[in-house]
């Protein structure tokens, strides 16, 4: 399975941006399907997830402003993002793991695909 990111794009502090995350096939809801970013010069930073009982999971820089939730019927995973900063500028990459393997370092998940380039200017 494929995880494919859309739906970044260019907004001003304080907009809003919906982000898509598309997997090729059918994702189990044994995975938990996670969003990570990269900023330039940065390494790779997990933001949030969401199990396939739905519990969620967000780093403390994004709690309150994202929401994770995800389609298990379309295959489909989103990240609705609010009050957006110029430091939430980065590549968004979404990925998946065991659920039972959770956790938020970035090597132990899998199924990376492209990213896509959220820029929040001041």
């Known amino acids: 399975v494929q995880l494919q990111a859309s739906g970044g794009g260019l907004v001003q502090a304080g907009g809003s941006l919906r982000l898509s995350c598309a997997a090729s096939g059918r994702v189990p809801v044994a995975y938990t399907i996670g969003w990570f970013r990269e900023a330039p010069g940065k390494e790779r930073e997990f933001v949030a997830a969401?199990?396939?009982?739905?519990?969620?999971y967000y780093a403390d820089s994004v709690k309150d402003r994202f929401t994770i939730s995800r389609d298990d019927v379309d295959n489909a995973y989103y990240l609705q993002m609010i009050s957006l900063k110029p430091e939430d500028t980065a590549v968004y990459y979404c990925?998946?793991?065991?659920?039972?393997?959770?956790?938020?370092?970035?090597?132990?998940?899998?199924?990376w695909g492209q990213g896509t380039l959220v820029t929040v200017s001041s």
């Open positions: 969401i199990s396939g009982t739905l519990d969620t």
């Open positions: 990925a998946r793991i065991p659920s039972y393997r959770y956790n938020t370092d970035k090597r132990h998940w899998h199924n």
